[in-house]
T-cell receptor, first 114, second 119 residues
Framework: KAGVTQTPRYLIKTRGQQVTLSCSPI?????VSWYQQTPGQGLQFLFE???????NKGNFPGRFSGRQFSNSRSEMNVSTLELGDSALYLC?????????????FGPGTRLTVL | AQTVTQSQPEMSVQEAETVTLSCTYD???????LFWYKQPPSRQMILVIR??????QNATENRFSVNFQKAAKSFSLKISDSQLGDAAMYFC????????????????FGKGTKLSVKP
């Protein structure tokens, strides 16, 4: 079974631009979560999607948005990029909604904002 | 608010020796889950071990075991017979069960402990 895939793996953008990151979960997984990882703040939760609906949201500004498609693939979008948005963005998928379920992480997308 | 603290930014262990990584958390919940994740230099995070708070017995997965002290809100990870492949960032994480609308609740991570294994 293929793991969680994220595209692109690396991105370089400039301030003010917008960016879209993509995540394909493990086949059969319907829950997708996004996390931002930075050296200063560590790993922070962005949002969680299940069956095309956002079920849970972290404390990030409205510039960060996401969506999930009927095939469970998910995208996240960051508008009006700021230098502080430079980070590794991790996507994780899970087979179910039980809280003890393992989240399987993708390799991440490294976003650099210049 | 729930918080997770890993007080050891870096640790080092000799190959074949045992090392313990510390984690404490703060919560007012009685039901929750705790996890240790490993992030090797390649960056793909993988689950090492999980513990359900209502279970008294400490979880064990091969060379990995935890010491879960609920009253002290402590959840340490012990790695026995350390191997070179154990070198990685280790993250302690906490999750409360959220049983509405299909959400499984988000993970709250500690800042991580970088483990080096010396040959």
């Amino acid at each position: 079974k293929a793991g969680v895939t994220q595209t692109p793996r690396y991105l370089i953008k400039t301030r003010g631009q917008q960016v879209t990151l993509s995540c394909s979960p493990i086949s059969g997984h319907r829950s997708v979560s996004w996390y931002q990882q930075t050296p200063g703040q560590g790993l922070q939760f962005l949002f969680e999607y299940f069956s095309e609906t956002q079920r849970n949201k972290g404390n990030f500004p409205g510039r960060f948005s996401g969506r999930q498609f009927s095939n469970s693939r998910s995208e996240m979008n960051v508008s009006t990029l700021e230098l502080g948005d430079s980070a590794l963005y991790l996507c994780a998928s899970s087979s179910g909604t039980a809280s003890y379920n393992e989240q399987f992480f993708g390799p991440g997308t490294r976003l650099t904002v210049l | 608010a729930q918080t997770v603290t890993q007080s050891q930014p870096e640790m080092s262990v000799q190959e074949a020796e045992t090392v313990t990584l510390s984690c404490t958390y703060d919560t007012s919940e009685s039901d929750y889950y705790l996890f240790w994740y490993k992030q090797p230099p390649s960056r793909q995070m993988i689950l090492v071990i999980r513990q359900e708070a209502y279970k008294q017995q400490n979880a064990t997965e091969n060379r990995f075991s935890v010491n879960f002290q609920k009253a002290a809100k402590s959840f340490s990870l012990k790695i026995s017979d350390s191997q070179l492949g154990d070198a990685a960032m280790y993250f302690c994480a906490y999750r409360i069960p959220v049983n509405y609308g299909g959400s499984q609740g988000n993970l709250i991570f500690g800042k991580g402990t970088k483990l080096s294994v010396k040959p």
